[in-house]
C-alpha cells in the first residue's frame, strides 16, 4: 500500500540547486538524488550497521535548514584559537564571517563561491569516491541536499603557518544541514584545519549529514581536526575520507562531546610509498548518547603506515560501537598498521562494542590491531585520593589524562590546547 | 601532637588478620623508624593509616592530633595531614606531574580559591631543584616510564609540595642507589622540623644512615615487638631479625 506524503522533508523534496552553480554540479546533485531514492535503507542484520541504533535514522519530519540573516553573537560565540590564519563562521550552511591571513595563492573559501570561481578545480576532487562503510545512502542525500561548505586549496610548496578555523553553528528543530569540507594540500605543502560543529541552543534536536575529504598530494602533511560539540537532542552522520599520496601524512582527529546520536565512518587510502596515515578520535558520551565510530584503513600502496588511537570515556548509560578494520590490498607489501581502540567505563551501565578487524592480502607485512575496555584502575584512585585530591575530581583528572594521551598526539599546541579547552566544557558538565 | 595509633587490627578482605594490636605513637618533632622481616606487615600498616579499601580495621584506632582518622575517607585523611611515601608509586598516563601537584594543592584550598600559579611554579621548581630534578619532570605524566629513583623523589617532591604534618616513608630506600638514596634523604631532612612527625619503614639499617631516626621500633607478626634508639638498628643489621623466632618460641 503506498504511503501518503504527508509533509515536505528531505526525503521527499528534490534538490534544489542554485542555478548560478555549474552545470556539472546540478548533475552531480541529481544523481546523487536518484541514488538516494535507489538506494535501501539501513536494516537489522547489515554487518556495516551491527550494534547501531537504527531507530535513530528518523528523517521524516527534517526538513532543509533555513539560514539566519543575524550572526553577530555567534560570531562572536565562535572563539577558537588565538592565532589563525583563517576563520570561517556558517550558521545553518549559510556563510557568515571569513577573516582571510592566508597566502594569495592559497584558495580557502565557501564552497558555493568555489563553484563560481573554480568549478574545475572542485570538480576534480569533488566526492572522488562514495562511501563504503554503510552511510553511502546518507552521502547521496547530502550531496543531493548541500548548497555549501568550505573549499580549501594549498597550491604545492605552501606552508600554512597557523592553523584555519571553520565553525559551523545550527539551529531549528528538525532542521537539517549538510556541510561539505573540500580540502587539498598539493606537493609538499602543509596545513592545519579545525573544524567546530555546536547548536546554537540547547533545544532544538538538529540533524547534520557531514562529508569531509582531505587530499594529500605527495610529500604534503595535513592535518584535520573536528570537533563535534551539538546540543544533546540533535544527531549527527559524519562521513571522512583521506587520500594520501607517495611521501604525504594526514592526520585526521575527532573530539565528540555532544548530539544524542553521532555516526563517524573514517576512511584512509594509503596511495603511494611511504604515505602515513593517523587517525585519531576521543570520545566523551555520558546520559544516553550514542557514538558509533566505524573506520577503515585502505593499504593500497606498497611501503605505507597507519596508525590508529581511538579512545572512548564512557559515562552514565552511554553507548558507543567501534568497528575497525584495517585492508592490505594484493601487492601492499611492507605495509605497517596499527589500530587500538581503548574504552574507559566510568559508570557500571555504559555499553562499549568494539569490533576490530584485519584483512591481509599482501607479504612482509606488520600489522596489530586491539581493543580494551577496563574501568578505572583502583590503584591509580587511591593514589591521587591519597594526595588529598577529591574522588570525583581524581577520575575525572584519570579520564582526562585518558584522553589527553590522543589529543598530544597532533603534536601542535594550540590545536591541543582548544581541543583540551573543548573537552573541559564536557567534563565540567559530568559527575564522576 | 602526635599521630596516635593504639590497638590496632585489621585484616584483608578474605579475613586473614595482618595487624594483630599495633601501638606507637609518634609526636610531632620526632623521626620514628619500623623495621622488620618481609610480611610482618609494615606496609599494611602504612596503607591502613592512609584508608587503602584492601583492608579492615577490626579493631584499635588511629588518631590525628585527637582526631580519629579511622572514620574519614582517603583524600580527607590526606588533607587532614597525613602523607604515604608510597614503596611502589602509581603511574598516571596523560596526567602531567605539575597539575598532579597542583590539584592536591587546590584540594586543600576552600571552594572559589584558586592557586596562584605564578607561586605555586616558584616552590615547585625550588623544590625539583633540591631533589635534582629536570624541569622536564613537571609536563611528563605522573610517574609514568619513570625509574624507581625517579619515582622516589616525585614521592619526595609530593611530601615537600603538600608539607604534611605526619609523613610515612614506605620503603622509600628500596630500589634507590647510594646517590639517589642521599637526594631523597636531602628532601626529607629539610623538611624535619619541630611541628612535623616522620614514620620510615624500611627493611634495612642504611636509610637510617641518612635520615637519623630519633626512635627504631621492629616490627613482627603484625605488631611491635621491641623499641629502641637508633642503636636497635645497629644491632639489628649485625644480628639480624633471628631473636624474633626466639621470641616466637618464648
Same mark, same amino acid.
Given at each position: ?5 504527508s509533509?515536505?522533508? @528531505? ?19 541529481e544523481a ?9 535503507a539501513?536494516?537489522?542484520?547489515d ?7 537504527l531507530k535513530?535514522?528518523d528523517f521524516s ?5 533555513e539560514?539566519?540573516?543575524e ?6 560565540r ?6 589563525f ?7 545553518n $550552511? ?13 584558495i ?9 570561481s ?5 570538480e576534480?576532487y569533488?566526492?572522488?569516491?562514495p ?14 541536499h ?6 580549501i586549496?594549498v ?5 600554512? =603557518?597557523?592553523?584555519?578555523e ?7 528543530q ?7 569540507t573540500?580540502i ?16 546554537i ?9 557531514a ?5 594529500a ?11 563535534q ?18 611521501s604525504?601524512?594526514?592526520t ?9 546520536w553521532?555516526?563517524? =565512518? ?8 611511504e ?10 558520551p ?9 573506520t577503515?584503513q ?9 596508525d590508529?588511537?581511538?579512545?572512548n ?9 567501534f568497528?575497525?578494520?584495517i ?10 598498521a596499527y ?12 555499553e562499549?562494542n ?12 606488520k600489522?596489530?590491531h586491539g581493543s580494551t575496555?577496563?574501568q ?11 594526595r ?5 575530581t ?8 585518558f584522553?589527553?594521551?590522543v ?8 590545536s591541543?590546547?582548544y581541543?583540551l579547552?573543548?573537552?573541559?566544557e564536557k ?6 | 601532637?602526635s599521630l596516635?595509633? =593504639?590497638n590496632?587490627h585489621?585484616?584483608l578482605?578474605?579475613?586473614?588478620p595482618?595487624?594483630?594490636g ?9 623521626v620514628?623508624a619500623?623495621?622488620?622481616p618481609?610480611?610482618?606487615g609494615?606496609s ?7 584508608g ?21 575517607? @582517603? ?12 614503596q611502589?608509586?602509581?603511574e ?25 600559579a ?7 621548581y625550588a ?7 629536570d ?5 611528563r ?10 619515582k622516589?623523589r ?8 603538600l ?25 626529607v ?10 614514620l620510615?619503614?624500611?627493611?634495612y639499617q ?14 613482627s ?7 629502641g634508639g637508633?642503636?636497635l638498628?645497629?644491632?639489628l643489621?649485625?644480628?639480624?631479625? $633471628? ?5 616466637a618460641?618464648?
Amino acid at each position: 500500500m503506498p504511503t501518503a506524503i504527508s509533509q515536505p522533508s @528531505i526525503l521527499t523534496e528534490a534538490p534544489r540547486t542554485s542555478a548560478v552553480f555549474p552545470a556539472w554540479f546540478a548533475r552531480t546533485q541529481e544523481a546523487a538524488w536518484t541514488s538516494f531514492q535507489q538506494t535501501a535503507a539501513p536494516k537489522r542484520g547489515d554487518e556495516p550497521w551491527r550494534f547501531s541504533s537504527l531507530k535513530e535514522l528518523d528523517f521524516s519530519a527534517t526538513t532543509r535548514a533555513e539560514f539566519l540573516g543575524e550572526a553577530s553573537e555567534l560570531i562572536q560565540r565562535s572563539k577558537g584559537l588565538e592565532q589563525f590564519s583563517a576563520k570561517f563562521v556558517f550558521v545553518n $550552511d549559510g556563510f557568515a564571517l571569513a577573516i582571510n591571513h592566508l597566502p594569495k595563492s592559497v584558495i580557502c573559501m565557501p564552497l558555493a563561491e568555489a563553484l563560481l570561481s573554480h568549478s574545475e578545480l572542485v570538480e576534480q576532487y569533488f566526492m572522488r569516491h562514495p562511501a563504503t562503510l554503510g552511510s553511502k545512502k546518507f552521502t547521496d542525500l547530502h550531496t543531493a541536499h548541500l548548497s555549501n561548505g568550505m573549499f580549501i586549496h594549498v597550491p604545492a610548496g605552501v606552508v600554512v =603557518e597557523h592553523p584555519i578555523e571553520i565553525f559551523h553553528w545550527v539551529q531549528g528543530q528538525h532542521q537539517a544541514t549538510f556541510p561539505h569540507t573540500l580540502i587539498v594540500a598539493g606537493e609538499k605543502a602543509q596545513v592545519r584545519v579545525i573544524e567546530t560543529f555546536q547548536s546554537i541552543n540547547e533545544r532544538d534536536a538538529t540533524w547534520t549529514i557531514a562529508v569531509n575529504d582531505l587530499i594529500a598530494e605527495k610529500a604534503a602533511n595535513l592535518q584535520y581536526s573536528v570537533v563535534q560539540a551539538l546540543n544533546t537532542e540533535s544527531k549527527i552522520i559524519s562521513v571522512n575520507a583521506s587520500e594520501i599520496s607517495a611521501s604525504a601524512v594526514a592526520t585526521s582527529f575527532q573530539l565528540h562531546t555532544g548530539a544524542a546520536w553521532a555516526r563517524s =565512518e573514517s576512511i584512509c587510502r594509503l596511495l603511494g610509498e611511504e604515505s602515513r596515515s593517523y587517525m585519531f578520535a576521543v570520545s566523551v558520551p555520558s546520559h544516553d548518547q550514542e557514538y558509533d565510530l566505524r573506520t577503515f584503513q585502505h593499504h593500497v600502496s606498497p611501503g605505507a603506515y597507519s596508525d590508529l588511537l581511538y579512545k572512548n570515556s564512557l559515562y552514565d548509560e552511554s553507548r558507543t560501537i567501534f568497528s575497525g578494520l584495517i585492508f592490505v590490498d594484493e601487492g601492499a607489501h611492507r605495509t605497517d598498521a596499527y589500530q587500538t581502540c581503548r574504552n574507559l567505563l566510568m559508570s557500571n551501565a555504559c555499553e562499549a562494542n568494539s569490533m576490530p578487524g584485519l584483512e591481509i592480502n599482501a607479504d612482509d607485512v606488520k600489522c596489530s590491531h586491539g581493543s580494551t575496555s577496563s574501568q578505572i584502575s583502583e590503584e591509580e584512585i587511591f593514589y591521587l585520593r591519597a594526595r588529598g585530591i577529591h574522588s570525583d575530581t581524581a577520575r575525572q583528572l584519570i579520564a582526562r589524562g585518558f584522553s589527553i594521551e590522543v589529543i598530544s598526539r597532533l603534536a601542535h599546541e594550540a590545536s591541543e590546547t582548544y581541543i583540551l579547552r573543548m573537552l573541559d566544557e564536557k567534563f565540567a558538565t559530568l559527575k564522576s | 601532637m602526635s599521630l596516635l595509633i =593504639e590497638n590496632l587490627h585489621a585484616t584483608l578482605e578474605d579475613g586473614t588478620p595482618i595487624l594483630n594490636g599495633v601501638n606507637l605513637e609518634i609526636p610531632t618533632g620526632e623521626v620514628h623508624a619500623i623495621m622488620g622481616p618481609n610480611g610482618s606487615g609494615k606496609s599494611t600498616l602504612s596503607k591502613v593509616i592512609s584508608g587503602h579499601e584492601s583492608y579492615i580495621v577490626t579493631g584499635g584506632s588511629v588518631t590525628l592530633d585527637g582526631v580519629d582518622i579511622l572514620e574519614m575517607d @582517603i583524600d580527607q585523611r590526606s588533607r587532614a595531614g597525613v602523607f604515604l611515601a608510597f614503596q611502589y608509586p602509581a603511574e598516571v598516563p596523560g596526567v602531567s606531574n605539575a597539575n598532579f601537584i597542583r590539584a592536591a594543592l587546590q584540594a586543600r584550598l576552600p571552594k572559589g580559591q584558586d592557586i596562584d600559579a605564578v607561586a605555586y611554579y616558584k616552590n615547585l621548581y625550588a623544590k625539583m631543584d633540591l631533589l635534582e630534578m629536570d624541569r622536564k619532570f613537571t609536563a611528563r605524566s605522573v610517574n609514568e616510564g619513570f625509574s624507581g629513583g625517579e619515582k622516589k623523589r616525585n614521592e619526595i617532591l609530593q611530601l615537600m609540595m603538600l608539607e604534611p604534618k605526619y609523613s610515612i616513608l614506605d620503603e622509600t630506600d628500596s630500589g634507590l642507589d647510594i646517590d639517589a638514596l642521599k637526594i631523597v634523604a636531602k628532601g626529607v631532612n629539610a623538611m624535619r622540623s619541630a611541628d612535623r612527625g616522620f614514620l620510615l619503614i624500611t627493611h634495612y639499617q642504611r636509610l637510617l644512615d641518612y635520615i637519623a631516626p630519633d626512635y627504631v621500633h621492629v616490627m613482627s607478626a603484625g605488631q611491635i615487638v621491641r623499641s629502641g634508639g637508633p642503636e636497635l638498628a645497629l644491632e639489628l643489621e649485625e644480628t639480624g631479625y $633471628d631473636f624474633l623466632k626466639e621470641l616466637a618460641t618464648a
